[in-house]
């Protein structure tokens, strides 16, 4: 039989507003998850920040926040698989 999450699904182009979907049992526990999959490039990390500051300033940077990832200066630095740059 299928659940009421599934039939919801299934009719998306002829939803019933009013129909409710079943509980999430309450006795599944999750782990905890961080979404920070940034590992910085070993050119990033070895940029000296003299570089950087002239950077921002010839590109009119302006930051705000605390532990701000250091800038990439080139498309490639970002991490991205070949096939995307």
Request: aromatic share 12%; glycine share 4%; proline share 5%.
């Amino acid at each position: 039989m299928l659940s009421s999450a599934i039939i919801f699904l299934l009719v998306v182009g002829n939803i019933d507003r009013t129909m409710s979907l079943d509980l999430v049992d309450g006795l599944v526990w999750l782990h905890s998850f961080e979404k920070n999959f940034y590992k910085p490039d070993e050119r990033v990390i070895k940029r000296d920040q003299s570089e950087i500051d002239t950077w921002m300033l010839d590109n009119a940077c302006t930051l705000q926040g605390n532990d701000l990832p250091r800038p990439v200066f080139a498309f490639d630095e970002i991490g991205f698989p070949s096939q995307f740059y």
